[in-house]
């Protein structure tokens, strides 16, 4: 009768930790002792099997792993078994998906034509007409398919949507003057709800006591 040290592990997973077996005369291959200690669940998975004398020296793979004849210990005087289970990781079969029309799609061009999406950056919290009109500038470029890809609207798409919104609110209360110069706001801007209503947005500068420059 041989006693052994056994572990059973998943990557650095312990399945059962140290456990002490004693192998039966009966038993013939390193199957027979993983199927002992582990109950057969783990049939349908590929294991690799090692082997060591003792704790100071590295892991030994052995050939055949659970077909290897369990003689081979007490031969070589190994002392100590350690059973991997393999994750398998196939890179050869793409991840596949149907779309609407039942079509299968690599799931991998879904994520490049995702990239590729033109997207906006979030809409703000409506504490005033400043930011009212922050959020109608996105939903204007949104109707009109417009965007950043790449993860670019969180930062170069922010920067310009927050500079044009400034920009519109600084020249907002002077549009009439600038008409009487035959200066005009861009078209698709006139297309703002609140300059459909023939309001506008920066109520504030009638309002306040301020100097107006």
């Not at 390193?30 to 294991?47: H, M, P, W």
């Not at 100590?80 to 596949?96: A, G, M, R, T, Y």
Request: a neutral charge; aromatic letters at 12%; one cysteine or more.
């Amino acid at each position: 009768m041989l006693y052994l040290l056994v572990q059973v592990n998943e990557s650095t997973k312990y399945i059962i930790s140290k456990h002490i077996i004693s192998i039966e005369s009966e038993s013939n291959q390193f199957s027979d002792l993983f199927d002992a200690i582990t109950l057969k669940q783990y049939n349908d998975r590929e294991v690799k099997v090692f082997a060591r004398r003792e704790k100071s020296e590295g892991w030994r793979e052995v050939d055949n792993g659970l077909n290897k004849d369990l003689k081979m210990l007490k031969i070589l005087g190994f002392m100590q078994v350690k059973f991997c289970l393999v994750s398998v990781i196939n890179l050869d079969i793409p991840d596949l998906t149907q779309n609407e029309q039942g079509v299968k799609t690599d799931a991998f061009n879904i994520l490049i034509r995702n990239s590729r999406e033109p997207l906006l950056p979030q809409r703000c919290t409506e504490h005033n007409n400043y930011n009212r009109l922050y959020n109608k500038i996105i939903e204007l470029f949104q109707a009109q398919e417009v965007g950043w890809t790449n993860g670019l609207y969180e930062t170069i798409e922010k920067t310009f949507i927050n500079h044009l919104t400034s920009a519109l609110w600084y020249i907002d209360p002077h549009l009439s003057t600038l008409h009487m110069h035959l200066y005009y706001l861009l078209a698709l801007f006139t297309q703002l709800k609140t300059y459909q209503d023939g309001k506008p947005y920066n109520e504030f500068y009638y309002t306040s006591h301020y100097k107006k420059n």
